[in-house]
């Protein structure tokens, strides 16, 4: 089951950044499945944290994507549907990028992507915790996969690594990598790079809901960075 974080409390879970940890200090993606609520101001996706000072962000404002520095926002999303929603951005000042496509259980999706207008602020120090569902508003979404990654993917490659496939994102080798129906509403996330971005706490309230349809949660045996033997299944 993917998990919903209710607007009506503010709904989060913290991860540690575990080998993630340079997502803050260079260059990175962020990439989600996500089925939209209510849309509320600044609602947090996945949100990069050094010592509670939030450093990277992919959130939802009022139907657009945005990411770090608030620059005006990407794309349109409609309420009650799910999309695949990210950002990258090369180390450095640099322009964001942005990439969004509705989900469709055939697996044709069609994608938008897009640069920020401005550069936002470069590079930080090295993160120590990710928060799933965190803003200054609260999240009204159910989240089923995402990933991070300490590089900025192409176009393409998110393209390839997001499709109904969570072996596909896998195969994109991602710095931290969680599918939520592992999580059972209540069992703790765990990253199945095996790099140790684990879940360290969550808010009460969040509970499991259905899944995309058509999606499989099924990885390969192999994790991206080797030495683990994964067989989990949706």
């Not at 009022?62 to 180390?91: C, H, M, R, V």
């Not at 897009?114 to 915790?129: C, F, K, R, Y």
Request: charged content about 10%.
């Amino acid at each position: 089951m993917s998990l919903h974080f209710d607007n009506t409390v503010l709904n989060t879970i913290s991860c540690g950044a575990g080998t993630a940890t340079a997502v803050g200090s260079g260059a990175y993606t962020m990439v989600a499945l996500v089925l939209t609520g209510t849309f509320n101001t600044n609602s947090g996706i996945v949100v990069g944290y050094l010592s509670g000072s939030a450093e990277r962000s992919l959130l939802i404002d009022t139907g657009q994507l945005f990411g770090e520095g608030f620059d005006p926002g990407f794309g349109t999303l409609t309420t009650a549907n799910w999309y695949w929603a990210g950002i990258s951005k090369t180390a450095g000042s640099q322009q964001q990028r942005f990439h969004l496509a509705p989900y469709v259980s055939s697996g044709s999706f069609t994608w938008s992507h897009g640069t920020s207008s401005a550069n936002v602020h470069g590079d930080h120090s090295p993160l120590d915790e990710f928060r799933i569902g965190d803003g200054n508003s609260r999240a009204n979404l159910d989240m089923a996969a995402m990933a991070v990654f300490t590089s900025a993917l192409s176009d393409l490659q998110i393209e390839t690594a997001c499709s109904r496939l969570a072996s596909d994102l896998q195969a994109a080798s991602p710095s931290a990598f969680w599918t939520m129906p592992l999580a059972n509403g209540t069992n703790p996330l765990v990253d199945l790079t095996g790099g140790g971005a684990n879940e360290n706490s969550r808010t009460a309230g969040i509970t499991a809901s259905a899944d995309p349809p058509s999606y499989s949660f099924s990885l390969s045996q192999a994790s991206p960075k080797g030495g683990q033997f994964l067989a989990f299944f949706s």
